[in-house]
């Protein structure tokens, strides 16, 4: 088995489940059945991952994407076939853009810089950020509570809008696995955006309590970015931030900027980490958000 190379660590779990953490910021999953494999999500992509997973499993390997953020779908460009909720098709080709490729480049190149000097001559940024995904990708659309059979071990789409439209979890119920995607993370979450990329703090918050409805089906919450597994106290967290801490104390958050991505405020409690615009809080209080900026 391949542990690790320029961009990526490889770790093994359990028999049926293997981590690859990208630039030392994103995580994927391969889920081996008997017949099939399941790779969740598929990274930035500045490398050819297949090699990794030749080296783990000769299975056929089916993509599926948590959701359509660069981070997640651009690597999607070594499989072609990709299976995702619907609305992240349009994520997805929103961020099929030389600019959006050269920030993800500039990610690459800063990993390689701090942690992997020698690999920067293999690393072709400029190659990269010319890319585009629009004539590669062949989607496939599933719907909530679909089932993907790997023989012998079945996992299930649980729809969770909030930190995109089109976001999905994955459910292995036998296991009491899951794979959450940048919805349920130890690590900060992004709700900066204008609406046409987050949904509403209220759908996210929907997906939050339906999560905590399949609470007896779960014990390991594998996320996308920071510590893992974590467990449901995490989706606790969220669901009492927004059902009334949020409201009471953002006043008190401080601004932050993230370059080109935007700026607002951030949010803590407990291990909840958000990053939002005021123009997506007023969205959620129904009114005007006042702050005496100091
Ligand atoms: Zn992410």
Not at 26 to 44: C, M, N, R
Request: proline share 3%.
């Amino acid at each position: 088995m391949i542990t690790s190379t320029d961009f990526c660590k490889v770790q093994k779990l359990d028999d049926d489940l293997y981590i690859i953490t990208e630039a030392g910021l994103v995580h994927f999953y391969l889920i081996l059945g008997e017949k099939k494999a399941v790779l969740i999500d598929a990274g930035f992509g500045f490398e050819d991952i297949r090699p990794i997973i030749r080296s783990i499993t000769d299975l056929p390997v089916m993509l599926v994407l948590t959701h359509g953020d660069p981070d997640h779908s651009y690597g999607s460009e070594y499989f072609g076939d990709v299976w995702l909720y619907q609305p992240d098709y349009g994520q997805i080709m929103g961020f099929d853009t030389k600019q959006e490729r050269q920030f993800a480049a500039e990610l690459g190149v800063q990993f390689l810089k701090e942690n992997n000097p020698e690999a920067i001559e293999r690393f072709d940024s400029k190659a990269f950020a010319e890319k585009s995904l629009l004539r590669v990708l062949t989607p496939h659309f599933v719907k909530d509570g679909e089932l993907f059979d790997l023989g012998g071990k079945t996992l299930e789409v649980v729809f969770t809008p909030g930190h995109s439209y089109g976001h999905i979890m994955l459910l292995d119920r036998a296991k009491k696995r899951l794979f959450s995607g940048d919805m349920i993370c130890d690590y900060v979450i992004m709700y900066f955006f204008e609406s046409d990329r987050n949904a509403p703090f209220s759908m996210a918050l929907d997906s939050w309590k339906k999560i905590k409805r399949l609470e007896k089906d779960i014990k390991d919450i594998y996320s996308s970015h920071g510590q893992n597994p974590i467990t449901m106290e995490w989706v606790d967290a969220y669901i009492e931030c927004f059902s009334g801490e949020f409201q009471q104390n953002y006043l008190k958050d401080k601004p932050f900027s993230r370059g080109h991505l935007g700026s607002g405020y951030q949010h803590i409690y407990k291990t909840v980490n958000i990053q939002y615009s005021d123009k997506r809080l007023e969205e959620f209080l129904g009114h005007k958000v006042e702050r005496i900026d100091l």
